[in-house]
């Protein structure tokens, strides 16, 4: 087992693409458990691409090579895995389907020109499900429909069709029906039968189910002329003539690549059935490359620059859409050429730009690449070259990171970047001992990198480092990614970066006086505090007279208030919104310098301190909850237990809600996970810093 995890290089068995119209970048879409990777792995069997199927439950699947994966039964990262049908070269990208890994999908959709939607027969369509498939048809994404899973003791095909249309709406019809050890092809009005395995023999269909049959495969073509830009065609149908077989599969092309039709195939990857239906209809109905408009590109510095096509004679613009470190090879970059031809030995340009904030410093590197590879899962397969619209991965590229652009050193290009969610459950991390923080610290780096969800921060003022991951599944990954690299870490509470301030005036009396020979040290400053009202900042005030204090040495005693609010009085914490007034002060000829009115500008703040009363202040936060309807009594009983208030809603599309509200920060520690649970994952929520308030006694500020 520990063997399959490595990656290897394997020089045979791979095809490099000289036409973009030969390739199909498929991404598989779908719930966990839904079936993709089982789908996937029935794909590569049935094409002769592997010897026979792996199984998830096994850890023997192409797809799910990643330790994690294996251990938790289910997808944690996007793979890529080609096949070759009817001349064509069909990448199916698996993504996982559980909340926490949606930047994998993302990523999944952006290297794809169709999606292919992944859902068992026995377990309806879910929220988060029909959330992606709104974001595909924002984008005018093709999408197909795999009813998978016929086996499962639950499973009704039919229903689960019915419950497809019903949440993705109009455009939603199957191309063929479940028949006794297959399907009936509606449109062919064949019969696919599967009881002696892949491929299927094709018959006649059974004359007893020819009324169910009829009603069905007239709803389809009714559907697929309502696509045609024929306008002649309907009237010809409706008037009873037969259209041919070869029109309405143009018209069906034409309609799913225009991502206004969407075929329903219903399939069983354990028994083989609809795995010929889907490759067929994936290289028959599904867009190439050249008919997917690539992303907008600037220059690195921002200029205007010409769009592109999918020209393999264009200039280079290629992005890398996801990043693995193997402790072998070293850095993977899997990358999807948009334009021109990545050919290996070859100079190229990495640009990365505008993911300062997730830790992704803006970059730009000229590298070599000395080879290409053709992704199967885990191993790589030599390719010669790669063409615009095919995907392939590069090794040892050191400053490729996920969501970068390769492009030309003589005409360097910067993509558009694809959104992203924003990381919401922090964990602090520790290393167990000194010598793990080293190689903490140069993980963390590799992984920040490969994944564009993670964010890193090394809070000042707690002294912890924080991981901003997208849930607990996702950060379970990261740290089981971080103890594979030899780093022996842990974890404790997050802890909340609080403020302090002054409940009352107060006076202090600052004395520093030392003489131990030689050159002596002189300061005396009396200073009135007072509170300011919340994000007032800091105000230093001069009412000295008859020059009690030196005028060059005002500045000091400012500058040692400053430093000794920054260290706080009491507790630690940054003292804020205070109007710091000198009164009145001595100094000597000789013995006064500046760091000793410093010293006693210090001192004379904390003697007002322990003459006043000190209040601790929380940050409080500003939240947007985007949520369905029927959620927003239980998410608006849930702020109020959290001490939030709500400041007002508003009704958002789709029969959605989104809440405003103002919650302590240190009552969100966990929010990403109890909305999660709280509405089945369909809601989300955006947090950003609003202020500082006063801080019940008894209040948690730690995870």
Known sequence: MADKQNRSTDTGAAVAVDDPAKVRNVVLVGPSGSGK???????????????????????????????????????????????????????????????????????GLRAADAALFVVCAAEGVDAATVAVWEECASV????????????????????????????????????YLPA?????????????????????????????????????????????????????????????????????????????ARGSFHPVIPVCATTGVGLAEVLDGIVRAFPSPLEHQPPGVTSPDGAE???????????LAAEVVRTAVDSYV?????????????????AVHVSGHGLAERGHEDHDADERVAHLYSPLGANLREVPYCVAGDLCALTKVGSAETGDTVSSPDDPLLMKPWRMPEPLLPVAVVAKSRSDEDTLSRNLSRLVAGDPTLRLERNAETGQLVLWCMGEAHADVVLSRLRAGGADVGTEPVRISLRSTFAKPARGHG??????????????????????????????VDK??????????????????????????????PVVDVRVTLTD???????????AFQTAGALALREAAAASRISLLEPLDTVEVSLPDEHLGTVLGDLSSRRGRVLGTESGEGGHTVVHAEVPAAELLRYAVDLRSLTSGTATFTRRHARFEPMPEGAVTTS
């Open 180 to 256: 006794p050890d297959g399907l009936v092809g509606l449109i062919t009005q064949r019969q696919y039968d599967y009881s002696a395995g892949y491929p299927p023999r094709v018959g006649e269909p059974d004359p007893a189910a020819s009324d169910g049959l009829a009603e069905a495969r007239n709803e389809l073509i009714e559907g697929i002329i309502a696509e045609s830009e024929d306008e002649t065609l309907m009237d010809r149908y409706l008037g009873g003539e037969e259209i041919s077989e070869d029109v309405l599969i143009a018209d069906l092309e034409t309609a799913v």
């Open 140 to 175: 005018g994404m093709p999408r197909a429909v795999v009813v998978s899973r016929l086996d499962h003791h639950r499973a009704d095909a039919l229903a689960e069709i019915a419950a497809c249309q019903a949440a993705f709406g109009a455009g939603v019809l199957p191309l």
């Open 37 to 107: 990777t089982t789908l996937t792995e029935a794909l590569l069997a049935a094409s002769g691409t592997v010897p026979r199927a792996g199984s998830v439950v096994e850890g023997t699947t192409v797809c799910d090579h990643d330790p994690a994966a294996v251990r938790q039964q289910r997808s944690v990262g996007l793979s890529v895995a080609p096949v070759l049908h009817a001349g064509h070269k069909i990448n199916l990208i698996d993504t996982p389907g559980y909340a926490d890994f949606v930047g994998e999908l993302r990523a």
């Open 544 to 573: 000295v007279v008859g020059g009690a204090v030196p005028h060059q040495f005002i500045p000091s005693v400012e500058k040692g208030v400053r430093a000794q609010l920054q260290r706080g009085v009491q507790d630690g914490y």
């Open 330 to 346: 070293g850095r993977v970059s899997l990358v999807r050429v948009f334009s021109g031809t990545l050919r290996p030995e070859n």
């Open 305 to 315: 620059h010409d769009a592109l096509s999918a020209d393999p004679a264009g200039p």
């Open 511 to 540: 004395r520093h006086v030392k003489q131990s020979g030689g050159h002596g040290q002189f300061a005396v400053c009396d200073i009135e505090v007072e509170p300011l009202p919340r994000g007032g900042g800091f105000e230093f």
């Open 585 to 595: 002060g001595k100094a000597h000829s000789v013995d006064s310098s500046d760091a």
